[in-house]
């Protein structure tokens, strides 16, 4: 099992960047493959971006594409979201989640932190 803390969200004008951390429990965390969903108000969570578990392969959303990097660190048990030319529509709750496939659905994952809160101003 493991355990998932994000940090790092937090008010930002539109056009601004902010970098998201996902602090993982546990001795297996290069086990998981890791990826970040977000919720807006009234609606369902989406996919925003997943890094496999070496961290070799990511993939993204299209909406997220060449504004945001996922990236890991295996030695310390994280892993990182940066948002560059941040939108109001980012505007949501951004969550990391772990599963041990691959997967782009947030009904595929196991595992999900608390969340953290991301507002872009316009």
């Known amino acids: 099992q493991v355990q998932l803390v994000e940090s790092g969200g937090g008010l930002v004008q539109a056009g601004g960047s902010l970098t998201l951390s996902c602090a993982a429990s546990?001795?297996?965390?290069?086990?998981?493959?890791m990826g970040w969903f977000r919720q807006a108000p009234g609606k369902e969570r989406e996919f925003v971006a997943v890094?496999?578990?070496?961290?070799?392969?990511?993939a993204y959303a299209d909406s997220v594409k060449g504004r945001f990097t996922i990236s890991r660190d295996n030695a310390k048990n994280t892993v990182f979201l940066q948002m560059n030319s941040l939108k109001p529509e980012d505007t949501a709750v951004y969550y990391c989640a772990a599963r041990v496939d691959w997967g782009t659905h947030s009904y595929e994952y196991n595992y999900w932190g608390q969340g953290t809160q991301v507002t872009v101003s316009s």
């Open positions: 890094i496999s578990r070496s961290g070799a392969s990511t």
């Open positions: 546990g001795r297996t965390f290069s086990s998981y493959n």
